[in-house]
C-alpha cells in the first residue's frame, strides 16, 4: 500500500509522522473519511468543503487548497489501483512542541491512506442493528462543536466502549439538554409515516454527508424530511429507525436498548432508501483515472 504523506507517495511502513505533531500530542486535527465506489471517489467536494470547513473552525490553516487536496485523494486512490474502498484523510496541526500552543506548529502535516473497509456483518442489513442509548452526552458544542470532524473522538469513543460493553455495536448519543444527538459514528432518522425525522445539527450532530445524500433522494420517493428535535419518546414510537454514515451506509435499527423498534427489523422506507442510496453511488462521484 502507497500513503501519501505531504505530497509524497511512499510504501505504507515509510509512512510516518513526528512525535511531536499535534495530532498526536493534543488530537489537534481534522480528518475525513471518503468512500470509493466502482472506481469512482463518492461526494468528494463535499469531504473536501467539510474537512476545510472543520479546519477553519479550529484555526488550521490546511498548506494546499481545496482543488490540489481533492486531487491528490484521487492520486493516492490511483496509485493503490483502488476500485472499492475507504479513504481516511488526515490533516494535523504539524509539528510543534511540547506545550498546547497552536502557533508553534509550523506546517499541517497531510496523509492520505486509501484502504478497504470494514463494514458491519451483511445479515445485520437485513436483521437490523442493535443499539443502546448510553450515558457519555455528546460534547456540548461550546466544548468541542460536534460539527467539526476533528481528530479529537474521545467523546465518540468513550460512548462506543459503553456500547460495546453492552454487548452491541453501536449507541443512541444524547446532547447536554437530554435530545438525540447522533450515533458514535453515524447520523440517525427516524420514520413516521411518510415523514423521515433526523436532529438539527445543533442538537450534537455531526453534518453528515450521508445523511445529506439521504436527505436530497427521499423526497424523489415521496417522502418528507424533517429536521426536529428527538427525544428517546420518539424513537421507541418511530415505525422505524435508521443510521446513516459512510461506512455504515444505511443501516436498519431493529432494537434500542432491548425494546424493538416497529417490527423489530428493517422496515421497507429503510430498505427502499438504501437501494436508493446503492443505485446513487453508482452514478455520483469523481473518476480515478
Ligand atoms: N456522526 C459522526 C460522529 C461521524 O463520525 C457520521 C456521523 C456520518 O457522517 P458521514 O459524512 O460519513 O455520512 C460520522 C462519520 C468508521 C468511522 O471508520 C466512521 C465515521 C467516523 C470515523 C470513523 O467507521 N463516521
Sequence with gaps: MKVYVNGRLVAEQNAKISVFDHGL???????????????????????????????????????????????????????????????RLIVTRGVGTLGLNPYQCKESQVIIIAAGIQLYPVELYKEGLSIVTVGTMRNHPEAINPRIKSLNYLNNVLAKIEALNSGVMECVMLNPQGYVAEASGDNIFVVRGKTLITPPVWCGALEGITREVVMELAPELGYEVKEDV???????????????????????????????????????????????????????GVPIQ
Excluded: W
Excluded at 494546499?64 to 484521487?74: D, F
Excluded at 419518546?233 to 425494546?259: H, K, M, P, Q
Design 25 to 87: 500530542l493534543y488530537g489537534d486535527g481534522v480528518f475525513e473519511g471518503i468512500r470509493v465506489y466502482h472506481g469512482k471517489v463518492f461526494t468528494l467536494k463535499r469531504h473536501i468543503d467539510r474537512l476545510y470547513r472543520s479546519a477553519k473552525a479550529i484555526a488550521l490553516t490546511i498548506s494546499m487548497t481545496p482543488e490540489e487536496m481533492a486531487a491528490a485523494v484521487v492520486k493516492t486512490c490511483k496509485a493503490n489501483k483502488l476500485k472499492n474502498g475507504y479513504v
Design 230 to 284: 428527538l427525544t428517546r419518546y420518539d424513537l421507541y414510537t418511530a415505525d422505524e429507525v435508521f443510521l446513516t454514515g459512510t461506512a455504515a451506509e444505511i443501516i436498519g435499527v431493529g432494537v434500542i436498548d432491548r425494546r424493538p423498534i416497529g417490527e423489530g427489523k428493517p422496515g421497507p422506507v429503510t430498505l427502499q432508501l438504501a437501494e436508493r442510496f446503492r443505485e446513487f453511488t453508482r452514478q455520483e
